[in-house]
């Protein structure tokens, strides 16, 4: 079973991007950084949304594509003036791929201290077995 985030080339060209645009755009395009884990009967991804509202995150399945969109927002006052903002603020989706052998409908999600945890089960049909092999008789 193979689940990745994107191709490996495309991969490298959005690192590429992400290190000539950030200059330009601003953190706003930075990825969510992402852990995936394959256990026995499931697919454990986990996000880094720190400082997110949980509210604002949505965490959908479609047609193998399972996307996670958050916002975060800095309110400021009028009498505040920013003079350094490093951290990104805005919209920030990712896109996981998903096997079509994966039980998308029975996907969970819960955000605990700036982690986003999804788990996607794997279902008995589609977990390794082993193969019984049977014994010729003798002639």
């Known amino acids: ?24 755009l601003g953190d706003a395009w930075a990825a969510m950084p992402m852990d995936a884990v394959r256990r026995q009967d499931e697919i454990l991804l986990r996000f880094d949304l720190p400082g997110v509202d949980p509210d604002s995150i949505e965490v959908t399945v479609d047609r193998g594509v399972l996307t996670v969109h958050a916002r975060r927002e800095e309110p400021y006052t009028e009498d505040e003036s920013v003079f350094v903002q490093e951290r990104s603020t805005g919209d920030c ?3 996981v791929y998903l096997p079509g052998r994966l039980d998308a409908d029975g996907a969970q999600a819960a955000y605990d201290d700036g982690v986003l945890t999804v788990r996607v089960p794997v279902p008995a049909s589609a977990r390794p077995r082993k193969v019984e092999i049977a014994k010729a008789l003798s002639k």
């Open 1 to 24: 079973m193979r689940l990745t985030s994107i191709d490996s080339a495309l991969r490298q060209l959005e690192r590429q991007f992400d290190r000539l645009a950030r200059p330009v």
């Open 93 to 95: 989706t990712r896109q």
